[in-house]
């Protein structure tokens, strides 16, 4: 249940229905919306009597949540979030654009790709320092030297990085440097995982699980925001179907469900999602056509000598195009109001 306050409402009278909602033991969550408070009301176990509360002072409203997921649904908080990273905003309103390498490979290769892909447009810098490989006999990351090399990009270039975490093991390192930390496809009912991302004092790119029905992928997003951190967003890369012509299939449905469903920013990788580069710059106008907030793509500037994922990564000059592209289209949608 949500309870929503006057607009006139006072600290005091907003407090005082906290008390009453953890006074029956439930878990009371305020969230500050544009114009009023609402409050959200969590771990019930059944049917809450909104009479408990709507004769309350401030009280507005009381509102039954039929979602299964509370705290990332638009039930809840009808306002879209912002993730604010320095200079940079993701979510409504903005096409955020993340790229470069699959993975941190060199000083030399990740500043090389960086300056390319910020000369484009990019806004952040993205790079795997742990990598999730099918094989344990590939090319695994450079682990601590990566992300010491993705901190060194930071400073030279201005961009803030984006950098996946694999384990709880080495959640705390990867905090220490990212700007965003990704949770990736493999590990996104990785529960304890989602759990500590909850306590982290950094952003939370949640990408979908290959075989994640929008629900689970929610459910794990509100795992992490359950756990106090309100900064995810939410990165579709393509879901594992019978197809051969693409790695994976590219759900560009689950743009405009999330969209509805809920009030975090979403993201798409068309990398991912497609698995050869031909397909990376239609898809991405697709995306942006759809009312994605930004893109993550991977870039190389000498793909065929890429030590991970070197047949999707965009050519400096292909990237460049793209951005082109997908501005000129986010523009004209804005123009007329169409997002
Ligand atoms: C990645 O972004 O490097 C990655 C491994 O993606 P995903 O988790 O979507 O497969
Ligand atoms: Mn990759």
Redesign the pocket.
Known sequence: MLIVMDKKATQEQINSVVEAIEQRGFTARPIPGGERVSIGILNNKGHVDASLFIGLPGVKDAIHVTRPYKLVSREFKHEDTIVQIGDVSIGSGNLTIMAGP??VESEYQALTIAEHVQRSGAHIF?G?AF??RTSPYSFQGLGEEGLKILAMVREKTGMPVVT?VMDLEKIDLVEAYADII?I????MQNFSLLRRAGRAAKPILL??G?AATIDEWLMAAEYIMEGGNSQVIL?E??VRTFVHHSRNTLDLSAVSVVIKESHLPIIV?P??AAGRRDQVIPLSRASVAVGAHGL?V?VHHAPEEALS?GAQSLYPDQFENMCRQVRSIYNDLKEGNGL
């Open positions: 699959c993975a993205r795997g990598k999730p996946e990704q990736g496809a493999r590990n990408k979908r290959m990165c890369r393509g990788d990398s991912h993550i991977e994922d």
